[in-house]
């Protein structure tokens, strides 16, 4: 049986700082990411996008912004992400901002309990996404998902899923890192957060960081990917609100994508973070696409898959 995917489309930048994630699902469309996966022989299922509040565009509010609007989103997102993995699919969110991997993740832990399956979430992003209201300097609520998901946020998103919290921070492994804002870093260090970041890919190579941020998983391991697109260089992918220069290059992108395809864990996916009003011709969204084949076994080396 071919191996069946959904796309589930989540077109908000209600946790951004900046206008144009909301048009990134289609950007990824149009980018062909269905037809591409079906040619790798993957069964396609769209699922066209969810439905939300608009984003108001106001001021933070006792530290958070659009907070109403921001729950509303991710109670779609994990609703619709937990019915793809109860009927088997690996879904793909196509963001969208990074604040709807609340949603996301904490249906992805949930399905885990009910199928007794081990958890790891690798956390592609230039940033920690570790903020709280406390030390957050924006409010913007992409800065605060991991913080929501191991339980430290605002009650109607740490409760989203079936326990609280969602996640404990040891199943991610945050690769690409090099944005952390100052009071955001205490509380990373203070969650033993285990962060492969630039310096350290800088020292060890791509390799290693990923053979270090792969080591444990087995059979029983559910993968999950969170992509956020600024994980990118900004001179190969200036398609995002958040540019952070220094991150991997095109071929460290793909060894990184290639090796967590040869793990065959794969089970569930967020594509989030492209802006298209920061592109160029749909640049950044091609790239995505390509990185996100290689997911799925496309690989630029001359060798026989394992």
């Known amino acids: 049986m071919k191996r069946q995917v959904a796309l589930v489309g989540a077109p908000t930048d209600i946790g951004a700082g900046h206008r144009g994630a909301s048009m990134g699902p289609e950007a990824l469309r149009v980018a062909q990411l269905g037809e591409k996966l079906r ?10 996008n969810l439905h939300g509040p608009m984003n108001p565009w106001q001021p933070p509010e006792n530290g958070y912004r ?3 609007e921001v729950i ?5 997102v994990h609703t619709a992400i937990h019915q793809e993995l109860q009927a088997g699919r690996l879904p793909i969110m196509l963001g969208g901002d990074h604040c709807l ?14 199928q007794g399956r081990n958890l790891r979430v690798l956390w592609l992003d230039a940033h920690a996404d570790f903020n709280t209201s406390q030390v957050t300097p924006s409010g913007n ?9 191991c339980g430290n946020g605002p009650r109607e998103l740490v409760e989203l899923g079936d326990r609280v919290p969602a996640v404990t921070p040891d199943v991610f492994r945050q690769i690409g890192i090099r944005s952390v804002d100052e009071g955001e870093k205490r509380l990373v260090r203070q969650a033993k957060m285990d962060i492969y970041d630039m310096r350290h890919i800088d020292e060890v190579g791509m390799k290693r960081t990923m053979e270090e941020a792969l080591d444990g998983i087995d059979e029983n391991t559910h993968l999950h990917v969170s992509f956020d697109v600024d994980f990118l260089d900004p001179s190969i992918a200036p398609g995002v609100g958040t540019t952070v220069r220094g991150g991997p290059t095109y071929r460290e992108a793909q060894l990184c994508m290639e090796m967590i395809a040869d793990t065959g864990r794969l ?7 492209l802006n298209p009003a920061y592109d160029k011709r749909n640049r950044t969204a091609r790239l995505a696409v390509e990185l996100v084949e290689s997911l799925f076994g496309k690989s630029t080396l001359m060798r026989e898959p394992d």
């Open 39 to 48: 040619r790798r022989g993957v069964e396609i299922i769209d699922r066209g």
């Open 66 to 68: 659009h907070l109403p």
């Open 72 to 76: 509303a989103w991710n109670l779609a």
């Open 101 to 114: 991997a609340i949603g996301s993740i904490s249906a992805v832990a949930r399905h885990c309990r009910e």
């Open 141 to 149: 609520i992409h800065g605060m998902p991991v913080a929501c998901l």
């Open 267 to 273: 089970a569930s996916l967020d594509i989030v973070e």
